[in-house]
């Protein structure tokens, strides 16, 4: 090997070390789910949504019942649903702030409806000392989870 030719070769190096260390050195933000916690749920029913019943899923679904409880302190982590729910506040009282921060309370025997997709991301909170219980009706499109984990968003306060 010539000197031409080593010198080359350690000037890419050189410079492909140093790509690296900037990439290195470059603050990488990644937005992370936040984790539920204290919460419980029970499937109550479940059944089958033929194609074309319901205008907000496309092809076929399913829909099913949960008991959902959340204890004292609870939270279910920030969330979105691919279909929508409707639930009733069974027990307790319920903080319920959407992607813009502001806390809607649901109280005992209140009904809660959740649109579906991504804006419209959501938190549950139990902020007292006793359990929220909640009956919720997911109506989902097929082979789809109950939630898709969220990042919080940029107004939510650490905790």
């Known amino acids: 090997m010539t000197v ?3 010198t080359s070769v350690s000037r890419r190096l050189g410079i492909a070390a140093a790509a690296a260390l900037v990439a290195l050195a470059v603050p990488v933000t990644t937005a992370h789910a936040t984790p ?3 919460i419980s749920a029970v499937e109550l029913a479940r059944a089958d949504i ?4 319901l205008p907000f899923i496309t092809g076929p679904g399913k829909a099913t019942v949960r008991e959902i409880t959340i204890a004292p302190g609870g939270t279910t982590g920030w969330h979105f ?3 929508r729910l409707i639930g009733i506040v069974k027990q307790g009282t319920l903080t319920h702030p959407g992607a813009d921060c502001k806390p809607v309370v ?3 025997g209140q009904l809660i409806v959740e649109p579906e997709g991504e804006k419209n991301t959501h938190v549950g909170r139990n902020l007292t000392s006793s359990p929220v219980v909640l009956d919720v009706l997911y109506l989902l499109p097929a082979g789809k989870p109950f939630f ?4 919080a968003p940029p107004c939510d306060a650490p905790r």
């Open 50 to 53: 033929p194609a074309g019943l």
């Open 148 to 151: 898709e984990d969220a990042p």
């Open 106 to 108: 649901y109280r005992q």
């Open 36 to 38: 539920s916690s204290g």
């Open 4 to 6: 031409t030719r080593i």
């Open 81 to 83: 649903h691919d279909g």
